[in-house]
Structure formats: structure tokens, C-alpha cells
């Protein structure tokens, strides 16, 4: 619509209408391009390696092409792959659980910060944000959550220590914030109480908040191998991300073993990166569907700060 | 009663106007107070119910961040897991003395404060320059520029677990691309601490860019037509059109990201220095970082003094100098700053 205005300003006209491909431009569009293939050319790699039989691997090395194709490693996994889907069900518990709670007590806590009028507005502020500033570090971490609250190789392990995101409670609070306060208060007249208010007022009105809030706090669950790092010892309650890396450190020890690796039938290179590459399908798909929501949640809390 | 939800999810706007109608003053002005007198009663019906409603949160963070951080007195005593945490004998600074007359501690503050600077300034500097770049592709192809966004976004979803996999299939001695394209034989990539400042730059900015891209595009697309549209009429060149009218409406952006950043450089991202390192001990020398070090002495050697002055020595210098990042910021622009 403005380039048709500037269109009708004859000495501008050459220059605001259509930018033509000029050298320029193309330059700008060749550089992008080229840095989008190389950030995608990890991701080839590795899908590329779970489709190479392992002579082809150990003689040529990774490709960005699959060297001799073959689906034999993914046939390996799927011969038995209860690992596979116990991994897969501990992540996904954790996730839909996690994410179900930690945005209902978040939201919660987020919906009395906003609320004008709320006496320890201001105090309870200062207590969400001075967790930001400070922290305990690891180690009193790690004796509370083993000693004193007994979660080693428990799933709690892996959901409570990131169900209130200091960052995330101030950034729904600016959502909240921004709601027509007349809607409360006209709730209120009807003598809708809080938590009434709440639920029927203000979540139903908040959907892309919670729902960008939400994807965040989803990927933090769905990605984390650190909570189970630390306090999971055993392997049937790995979550996906740390099963993949005791296979990493697994397999570099078989296979800086010559006599282990000749005893495995397994195609252990590529089987890892067949692993890999079904261990990143859910978060591509998630990337490709929900990155407005992403995209949506850092602008808002860039403007901010 | 029954319909509020319904009838106000759907339609706040007009159930505003309604509402307002009958009530003087209109709802802007009445936010926030209550019925005439009775605070009595304001406090059974507003306070306390809102009270309630955070408290939830409120006990979670006083579990899992209030009380690691009374934790801190581990740093001071001879921990003995048997006798708890305040059964062990003071000892007073005698962990940090330890910590610092070791070496340790000055090898690991400098890599995490090197290491940290390099990711910093070589993420904004690619971030501005991507974003400055699809800014100008914005008015023709807007779908190839999207389509450029997203890929550099999608690093940003993977896990640094997955990461390592991929920095492997690159670097790894017997079969990584790098080796088997250059024709370096068996390179061991991961014996070399020399390399590892540059190809961890390298992770961290495939990993950080996108997201940092998406926020200066913000900033660009919040400057508006009209002033770029001036300085054509001006006879502006792009170069010229970037260094006078974008960066610097930029700057305050910048300048409260990269003091946040600052103020958050004692704090080493886990995951990069030690996942895709493989954790190799022979690249200690230049990827050994405070939370690596914290980590491996509390598990690996069971060194809780060692591990908790650390940590400590982390803690409170993280905390200063995130306060006076934000103090700067705040002097800028209050509005960026966190508290």
C-alpha cells in the first residue's frame, strides 16, 4: 500500500518501487543462503550417517549423502526397541505432566503479581526476581534434592527443580498486566472470587500466552539431560535426551575396544545416528508447527528486556 | 453467574463497554479498589484469595532456589555426608584458600570469562549482521527471508546432547567429515585444546544466532518507513542508511543485551563445555570452565569443599556483576532493566 503511494511522488519513484535484483541484493541472498546450508549441513550429517551401512562409513567417513544407503540400522532399532519407547514415554510424561503443572502454578503465581490492589504485590515481585540474581549453585542444590528430599531416580527429579521459571512467571505477568482490567473488576461485581476469576476469566482470555509461554516451558522438559544427569541413575527412567548420551559415551567405548566392536553385530555408527535423528524428529516437527509461537515469545520479552 | 467465562472469553471488549456504563467512574479509574470501608473485608475477599492462589509457586521457589542458597554455608565447612550439612565443622575460608592456591580457580574463571567474551561479541556481531541483512531483502521475497530466519532459528531446539552428535560427525578422528574433506588422516580434534576457543564460538553462535536475529529484527522493524524513507529521499546509501539511522536507533537495544550478557559471564553454559567437548581431559586446558569444574569435583572426586567453594565464589561474583549490569541499564533505560 505505501509503495503505491510513493509511487505517485515522481523523484523517489525509480528507487521505493519494486527493488529490483540489483547485484546487491543478490550478494545479500547468496551470503543467507549460504549460511542457512551450512547451519542445516549438522543435521544432514547425521540423518545421512543413520542411512550409510558402516563400510561405508568407516571408509569414506560421514557425508552430507548417505555413503552405500541402507535402512539396516533403523531395521536394528525397530527389531527391539523397547529402549527406544520407554525413553520416549519417560520424556513424554515428564513433558505433559511438567508442562501441565508448572504453567497452572505459574500462571497462578503470575495472576496475583498482576492483579493492582494485591497487597504484596511489590514484595512478592522483588521475591520472584531476586531468584534471577542469586542462586545457591549446584552442590546445595544436589544434597537437598538427594539428601534431604530423597529424589535421586525418582521422575520428580526431572519435573520439580524447573517448575517455576522465575523468567516466565514476570513474562506472563506482563501479559496479565495487559488485559482490560474492567473485565475483572465487572467480574468481580458479580462476585466472581479469585481463583473464579482466574479460571474463567483470565486463562480463557490469555490462550497465546499460555500457549507461548507454554512451548517454552515444553522444550525445556522435552530437551533436558541435566536434571538427569545428576540424579537418574537408573536406565529405565532415562528421559530421551540422556539415553542419547549414554549411547555416545557408550559406543566410544566400544568402539575404542577393538574386541568389543568385533563381537557387536550391531552397526553401532550408524545405529547412534539413526538413534539421533528419531530422537530429533518430534523437535523439528515441533519447530516447524509452533515456531510463531517462539518467534512471538522472545519479541515480547525482548521488549521488555 | 454462570456465564461470566464465556461471556467475557469471548467478547471483552464489548462486555467492557456494558459494564462501564453503570458504574461511575468507568473501569480504567475503579481498578484496583474496593467497596467503600470494610478493609476487613477487602482482605478475606481480595488479599487472601490471591494469596492463596501464588502460594503454589511461592513454596517452589522457596524449595528449589530460597534454600540452595542458605546452602551456601556448605562453602565454609569440612562436609562430612554423615554428619549433614550442619553437623560438619566450620572451617571458614579455608575451601576458597584451597580452591585458589590450587591454580584451579584462576584457570577456570579466566576460561569462562574468555570463553564467554568470545561468545558474546561474536553472536552480536553475526546477529546484527543477519538481521541487517534480511531487513534488506524484507520488501520483495518476504518469504525467503522467513525461510532464512527459520533455519538459523532451528539450531536453537536441539538439545546440547543432540549438538554433540553433530559436532562429532564433523570432528570425530576415524570417520568425522573434517578429517575424511581435508585429508588430515587421524587428527584428533578432541586431544587439541588450542582449536577449541574457536570451534566453541562456533557452536555457540550456530546455537544462539537465531534467537538473537529474531530480537534485532524486532528492533529493526519497531524503527518504522518513515525515517529510512527520509534518508533515501536524502539520497542515503544502504552503508550510510545502516550506520546513521538503523545501529543507532539500535544501540539501547544492544547495550542492555550485552550488559545482561555481561552480567551473566561468570556463568558457563554446561552443556557446551561439556557435552560437546565430549568431555575429553586433554582440552581442560582451554574448555575447563567454573561449572564444569563444580560438576566434575563433586561427583567425579566427591570434593564437596572444592565443588561448594566454587560454586560460592560463582554465585556471589555472578551476583554483583548482574547487579551492576542492571544498575547500568537502568541508568540507559529504566524500562530494559530486570529490577
Redesign the interface.
Known amino acids: 500500500m505505501?509503495?503505491r503511494l510513493?509511487v505517485t511522488l515522481p523523484?523517489?519513484a525509480g528507487?521505493?518501487q519494486?527493488?529490483r535484483l540489483s547485484a546487491?541484493?543478490l550478494a545479500?541472498?547468496f551470503?543467507?543462503?549460504l549460511?542457512?546450508l551450512a547451519?542445516?549441513a549438522?543435521?544432514m550429517?547425521?540423518v545421512s550417517?543413520s542411512f550409510s551401512s558402516e563400510k561405508g562409513?568407516?571408509e569414506?567417513?560421514?557425508?552430507?549423502l548417505p555413503r552405500e544407503f541402507t535402512t539396516r540400522a533403523y531395521e536394528y532399532v525397530m527389531k527391539d526397541p523397547s529402549q527406544l519407547v520407554q525413553a520416549y514415554g519417560v520424556s513424554i510424561l515428564v513433558t505433559v505432566v511438567g508442562t501441565a503443572a508448572s504453567m497452572l502454578?505459574?500462571s497462578?503465581?503470575a495472576?496475583?503479581?498482576a492483579?493492582?490492589?494485591?497487597?504484596?504485590r511489590r514484595a512478592?515481585s522483588?521475591?520472584?526476581?531476586f531468584?534471577?540474581?542469586?542462586?545457591?549453585?549446584?552442590?546445595?542444590?544436589?544434597?537437598?534434592m538427594t539428601?534431604y528430599?530423597h529424589l535421586r531416580d525418582s521422575l520428580l527429579a526431572l519435573i520439580?527443580?524447573y517448575?517455576?521459571v522465575?523468567w516466565s512467571?514476570l513474562l506472563l505477568r506482563t501479559y496479565f498486566r495487559a488485559?482490560?482490567?474492567?473485565?475483572i473488576?465487572?467480574?468481580r461485581?458479580?462476585?466472581?472470587?479469585?481463583?473464579r476469576i482466574?479460571?474463567?476469566?483470565v486463562v480463557?482470555?490469555s490462550g497465546p500466552a499460555l500457549a507461548t509461554i507454554g512451548m517454552f516451558t515444553m522444550?525445556t522438559y522435552w530437551?533436558?539431560?541435566?536434571q538427569g544427569l545428576?540424579y537418574i541413575n537408573d536406565d529405565s527412567l532415562n528421559p530421551v535426551?540422556?539415553w542419547?548420551?549414554r549411547i555416545?559415551t557408550n559406543v566410544?567405548a566400544i568402539?575404542s575396544n577393538p574386541a568389543l566392536a568385533q563381537a557387536t553385530s550391531a552397526p553401532i555408527?550408524s545405529l547412534?545416528?539413526a538413534v539421533?535423528v528419531l530422537?530429533?524428529t518430534p523437535?523439528?516437527g515441533?519447530?516447524v508447527f509452533l515456531?510463531r509461537y517462539?518467534?512471538r515469545g522472545?519479541?515480547v520479552g525482548?521488549?521488555?528486556? | 453467574m454462570t456465564g461470566i467465562a464465556r461471556r467475557m472469553g469471548a467478547r471483552p471488549i464489548h462486555e467492557e463497554r456494558d459494564r462501564d456504563e453503570d458504574r461511575p467512574g468507568g473501569g480504567g479509574a475503579a481498578r484496583g479498589t474496593s467497596s467503600p470501608g470494610a478493609t476487613g473485608r477487602r482482605w478475606r475477599s481480595h488479599n487472601l484469595p490471591l494469596l492463596l492462589i501464588a502460594l503454589p509457586a511461592l513454596l517452589a521457589l522457596l524449595v528449589f532456589y530460597y534454600l540452595p542458597m542458605l546452602g551456601i554455608y556448605i562453602a565454609f565447612v569440612d562436609y562430612r555426608p554423615a554428619r549433614g550439612v550442619f553437623g560438619s565443622e566450620w572451617v571458614g575460608f579455608e575451601n576458597f584458600d584451597f580452591l585458589f592456591r590450587s591454580g584451579d580457580g584462576w584457570r577456570i574463571t579466566f576460561n569462562t570469562v574468555v570463553m564467554n567474551s568470545l561468545f558474546i561479541v561474536a553472536t552480536l556481531v553475526t546477529a546484527l549482521a543477519i538481521a541487517l541483512m534480511l531487513n534488506e531483502l524484507r520488501d520483495r521475497w518476504k518469504w525467503l527471508s522467513r525461510f532464512y530466519q527459520s533455519i538459523l532459528f532451528l539450531p536453537y531446539f536441539f538439545s546440547y546432547v543432540i549438538v554433540s552428535y553433530f559436532v562429532m560427525a564433523f570432528l570425530d578422528p576415524d570417520r568425522g567429515l573434517v578429517n575424511h574433506a581435508f585429508g588430515l588422516g587421524q587428527h584428533n580434534w578432541y586431544a587439541e585444546p588450542g582449536y577449541w576457543p574457536i570451534i566453541l564460538t562456533v557452536v555457540s553462535v550456530w546455537k544462539g544466532v537465531g534467537f538473537w536475529v529474531i530480537v534485532y529484527t524486532a528492533g529493526i522493524l519497531a524503527i518504522g518507513p518513515e525515517l529510512l524513507e527520509a534518508a533515501q529521499i536524502d539520497g542515503a546509501s544502504k552503508w550510510r542508511q545502516i550506520y546513521h539511522v538503523i545501529l543507532p536507533i539500535l544501540t539501547p537495544l544492544i547495550i542492555v543485551q550485552l550488559l545482561l550478557s555481561i552480567g551473566n559471564i561468570f556463568r558457563a553454559d554446561f552443556g557446551l563445555f561439556y557435552l560437546v567437548t565430549n568431555n575429553s581431559t586433554l582440552l581442560y586446558p582451554s574448555t575447563d570452565v567454573i561449572d564444569t569444574y563444580i560438576y566434575r569435583s563433586m561427583t567425579k572426586f566427591g570434593d564437596i569443599g572444592m565443588a561448594s567453594a566454587a560454586g560460592a565464589y560463582q554465585c556471589v561474583v555472578g551476583f554483583v556483576l548482574v547487579v551492576l549490569a542492571n544498575w547500568l541499564v537502568r541508568r540507559r533505560n529504566p524500562e530494559n532493566a530486570l529490577f
Open positions: 505505501r509503495r510513493t523523484d523517489r528507487r521505493r519494486a527493488p546487491g541484493r545479500v541472498h551470503g543467507l543462503l549460511c542457512a547451519f542445516l549438522p543435521l550429517l547425521v550417517a562409513i568407516s569414506h567417513g560421514y557425508g552430507l502454578i505459574m497462578m503465581l495472576y496475583a503479581l492483579r493492582e490492589g494485591f497487597f504484596a512478592l522483588f521475591y520472584v526476581v531468584t534471577m540474581l542469586f542462586s545457591g549453585g549446584l552442590v546445595p542444590m544436589y544434597i537437598l539428601r528430599l520439580l527443580p517448575i517455576v522465575p512467571v488485559l482490560p482490567s474492567s473485565v473488576d465487572a467480574a461485581m458479580d462476585g466472581a472470587g479469585e481463583l482466574f479460571a474463567q476469566v480463557p482470555m522444550l530437551n533436558d539431560w541435566w545428576l535426551q540422556l542419547l548420551y555416545i566410544e568402539s555408527q547412534r545416528m539421533a530422537a530429533i523437535i523439528i515441533a519447530f515456531q517462539f518467534v522472545i519479541t525482548s521488549v521488555r528486556g
